[in-house]
């Protein structure tokens, strides 16, 4: 794994600015990729073993992705919106798995790690750079229930929307009277009103130069009639 200011340079360019949350998810994805014996995630050999959970969807989240390499793509990202500084690392071949959880007593003692660091935000900065990880960090041994639809590769189960049709895949399903349904099919959603439209330069494609596209960018998309 590359030195942890590399890391941090290279994750803060890609997340777009340098914060304390990217000095938390530089550190939180080191020290977990290392608690699961992976020195260097990123590689190929070495990404097949990694699931990460992250529990925020914030700064810190985007530093724990950039220095695992895991992307929701692969389905080795897992997003869990819990509102909690914290992810937890897999290692699919071992099993073993530690969640590490930032701790709100290390926002109290950036004084004390950086008394010479005037204004609170470079303070943490700078202090969360300088703590020892046992200050930084709570690390809890977990055991991760996986089921074969969560893992990375292809599609194991697909199942067609009672309702509506649409295709739902590896048991995303929920079920009303014993029939499947998607969720936005259900209340379990999180958007409402739901109404098909035709927009814009609708038969534009990638392959084809649309002449008429700047001319009806600007157009409302038209809404149908509901069914």
Not at 4 to 33: I, K, N, W, Y
Not at 76 to 86: E, P, Q, R, T
Not at 153 to 158: E, L, Q, S, Y
Not at 215 to 225: A, C, F, L
Request: proline share 6%; net charge positive.
């Amino acid at each position: 794994m590359k030195a942890f200011h590399e890391l941090l340079s290279d994750s803060a360019a890609a997340h777009g600015h340098l914060c304390a949350g990217q000095v938390v998810g530089v550190r939180m994805a080191m020290l977990g990729c290392r608690l699961i014996g992976l020195d260097d995630p990123t590689r190929r050999e070495q990404i097949k073993k990694l699931i990460v959970y992250v529990e925020m969807d914030r700064c810190t989240a985007d530093a724990v992705a950039h220095v695992t390499g895991v992307k929701l793509g692969r389905r080795s990202l897992k997003f869990m919106d819990y509102g909690i500084m914290a992810a937890t690392f897999v290692n699919l071949e071992t099993g073993k798995a530690f969640r590490v959880l930032s701790t709100e007593e290390a926002r109290d003692l950036a004084s004390v790690y950086a008394p010479d660091i005037a204004g609170k935000v470079p303070q943490q900065l700078a202090a969360y750079q300088r703590m020892p990880d046992s200050v930084l960090f709570k690390v809890q041994s977990v055991h991760v229930k996986l089921d074969p639809c969560d893992m990375p590769g292809p599609t194991r189960r697909k199942i067609v929307c009672s309702r509506c049709g649409q295709v739902i895949r590896d048991r995303r399903e929920v079920y009303l009277d014993n029939r499947p349904i998607c969720k936005p099919c259900s209340e379990a959603c999180y958007f409402s009103h739901a109404r098909e439209v035709t927009w814009p330069a609708m038969n534009w494609s990638p392959g084809e130069r649309n002449s008429s596209e700047e001319e009806t960018q600007s157009d409302r998309p038209i809404e149908r009639s509901p069914c």
